[in-house]
């Protein structure tokens, strides 16, 4: 989420201008961007990351709930409560374009509203049921992809000439510029699955050396498998192709490994703060910023930014200037943080 705020502050394009095409550093900006279509970049990850995540948070949250003695039926329905606000939210972020309002569910909040429901249904599930389920959509997302036969959306892996965008034209909410589609939520399903997966063997009694050789395992696993399969299918994340789910689960499951280890392992802990206080109003500074909280932080910070670094030339100056607005984002959470203001639903 800090990373997504940076976009927001808009500082990723500004070190893009900063360090153009031609200039060695060129290759640390693009990494901020999602790959044109096939390929893949570290900002591809972000999303499955995020989804991945809220999977390994869902036992904690569910586990402290029954103890305090929540009636399972009132569980389900803070569930369906929940799903029914990130699908509104997620819509609502992306309803109105030039002169018309559209239903476009590409959005990680309204395709999150649906993995976080089904890796609820399925999370008391045998391991097994989980993970043949999580490959079951997979496969599906193949099929339906490879084998779809309206003409001029039978090519699987062509931007806007797929099932994906063949489905989301049904009831207009094609983005066609961006050649995203709803339907990735099916596969990205997988990747709060395997969240629950995660967060049920943290909360066990196994050792934790043992947890972490186990996420650590089943990572490199899913990366083998994912570049294996990418050999047949390409790594798409705009259509979340069977190839791009299992190696961004890999990943996400490496990088859970990595940080389990860090943390809890070996015991370093000062710098999580700053992670910290960001990932418990995740929702808020999301929303914060997709309705206009970088314009208005920029309006604030540009004039005294400017007088002081305007020396430094004006591509240098607005990388800084736009710095300052991503650490005011994180600042606004640490603020709610030391208050105890915590945006929930």
Not at 229 to 252: C, E, H, M, N, Y
Not at 334 to 343: A, E, G, L, T
Request: with cysteine; hydrophobic share 55%.
């Amino acid at each position: 989420m800090l990373l997504l705020v940076g976009e927001f502050s808009g500082f990723w394009g500004s070190m893009a201008v900063l360090f153009p095409l031609g200039h060695p550093l060129h290759f640390l900006p693009m990494q901020f961007h999602h790959a044109r279509w096939a390929g893949l970049h570290f900002w591809d990850l972000v999303q499955p990351f995020f989804m991945f995540i809220v999977g390994v948070a869902m036992p904690f949250s569910f586990a402290r709930r029954r103890a305090a003695g929540v009636d399972p039926k009132d569980i389900f329905r803070h569930v369906l409560k929940r799903s029914f606000l990130l699908l509104l939210f997620g819509w609502a972020l992306y309803c109105i374009v030039p002169g018309k309002i559209v239903f476009r569910f590409q959005n990680v909040l309204a395709q999150l509203s649906f993995t976080y429901f089904v890796a609820y249904l399925l999370m008391e599930k045998k391991v097994s049921t989980q993970v043949l389920f999580s490959l079951g959509l997979l496969a599906l997302t193949e099929i339906l992809y490879r084998t779809f036969p309206v003409k001029g959306f039978d090519h699987p892996f062509s931007p806007n000439h797929n099932f994906g965008t063949w489905l989301d034209l049904q009831y207009g909410g094609a983005d066609l510029a961006g050649h995203w589609v709803s339907f990735n939520a099916v596969p990205t399903a997988a990747h709060t699955i395997w969240g629950v997966l995660a967060g049920k063997l943290l909360l066990s009694d196994r050792e934790g050396k043992k947890k972490a050789a186990i996420l650590l395992g089943f990572g490199l696993a899913a990366l083998a498998a994912g570049y294996a399969l990418a050999l047949w299918t390409p790594i798409i994340k705009r259509i979340a192709t069977s190839s791009f789910v299992l190696v961004s689960g890999g990943w996400a499951l490496l990088a859970m490994a990595f940080l389990y280890w860090l943390v809890e392992i070996v015991r370093s802990r000062g710098w999580t703060l700053v992670f910290a206080v960001v990932g418990m109003n995740p929702l808020f500074i999301y929303l914060f910023a997709h309705v206009g909280g970088g314009p208005f932080l920029r309006k604030i910070v540009f004039p005294f930014a400017m007088a002081l670094f305007g020396w430094l030339g004006k591509d240098a100056s607005m990388t800084v200037v736009n710095g300052i607005v991503w650490f005011l984002f994180w600042y606004i959470t640490y603020w709610m943080y030391k208050r105890k203001v915590f945006i929930r639903i």
